[in-house]
């Protein structure tokens, strides 16, 4: 979709029509996004089945080597998705110019990046020694993340191409090269984990370098759609070089930092965790980690949504609309809530159906169905939350949401977690059940902030534009 094709539905339309017609511009806008997202899901699982196949060892090292260099790099994925609202105002404003000097910038911001993630991972063998990493399985984790470390660009790069043209709604160009991605990732786990082909078996160390390559196809993919496909020779993005320019850096960072703080606090959260309840067994870890994968898959629909509302509100600011951006916000999470819903009942209804796919052990599968009960529990306040973010960085306002998923999740949902599963203030200790619990609570609580503040920040934009407007007329 295209500018001319990302309507501004007029205010006069009846209701029903308009929100048809808004939802419709979200689901063209969202189906490519839901659809990447699953795709890089798939990627991981692959990672894990292919490298688990090698040898326990091998599965270890590339699990390690994952929970290493994904928080980092979800970190960086967070500061360049601050390009996302920055070229979908500019889009909607009709300032089609500033839009190539932008992109440059978190050129720039990918790059420098990228060089320090490189030379954390190609030097991580100390950290592995120092947090305790055994003598058989380190050596597998180092040259995983060795290999990865030269992905490095290459995946940062497609990530500010990806959101240029998230921000043209323009969001098939990056499903097409994650396909591709996975397409060429899958035979070469298989070539060089298992060693196919006269290429020597590498096990977990093949499957880094498997993905070092699918890293770099991704990128030259999306470069091969922006240079030559028709929606995006408007901006003229490589006409002309535009050289780093401090203060559009800096404008970018200021945006971004509070994204990619917001999502490592997010994922570092389940992984502290997994760590807390690994002192109950495998039995406990293994349930929780089954029902977080089946809550995870189900979050990418409402997730893919937030990306959306990033677009599609951002486009509405800056084409000086915020009645429509405001309507677009609510129409999202209207459509967000309609998806928590259906989903619970299918978690609460279906949980030992499903989680019967993952385990054969009983034990296992009653303690994640129990688990699955609290994830269907907090389907509703997880939707909204993520479409409020979303709805909230297309008003380029990402601080505040930043500080609510601290306080959130850190200082209220953790702690009564633990409070709930590893102590006896409360009495038997909950186990997974009481951090779950704790993320009901914070979840719960993120919502309920984040919506006020974006019901408090819609109506301010329109009531500013009132007064300009009011403004005008008494000075002509």
Known sequence: MDQEHQPILPATLPLKQRLRGEIRVLAVI??????????QMATGVLDTIMSGRASAQDLAGVSIGVSLWIPVFLFSLGVLMALTPTVAQARGAGRDEQIAPA??????IALVTSVLIMLLLINIDPVLRWIGVNDEIRP??????????FGMPGILLFNVLRAYADGLSLTRPAMIATIVSL???APLNYVLIYGKFGFPAMG???????SMVAMWVSFFTMAGQVAFARGFRSTRLFKHFHRPDWQRVKALLKLGVPIGCTFLVESSMFSVIALFLAVYGAVIVASHQIALNIASLVFMVPLSLGLAMTIRVGFLVGAAQPVAARFSSFAGIGLALVYGTTSALA???FRDTIVAWYTPETEVQRLAAELLILAAVFQLTDAVQVTCVGALRGYKDTAVPMLVTVVAFWILGLPLGYSLGMTEWFGEPWQAKGFWVGLVVGLTAAAIC??????????RKILAQTAEHGLEAQLR
Do not use: D, E, K
């Open 183 to 185: 397409a060429v990732n």
């Open 103 to 108: 992109v440059y910038q978190a050129f720039c």
């Open 347 to 349: 978690l609460w209804l």
């Open 204 to 210: 977990g160390v093949g499957c880094g370098w498997a």
């Open 450 to 459: 984040l919506s006020h503040r974006l019901n408090a920040l819609s109506r």
């Open 30 to 39: 969202g189906g490519p996004i839901v659809v990447t997202q699953l795709l």
């Open 140 to 149: 597998i984790a180092s040259g995983y993340l060795y290999a990865v470390a």
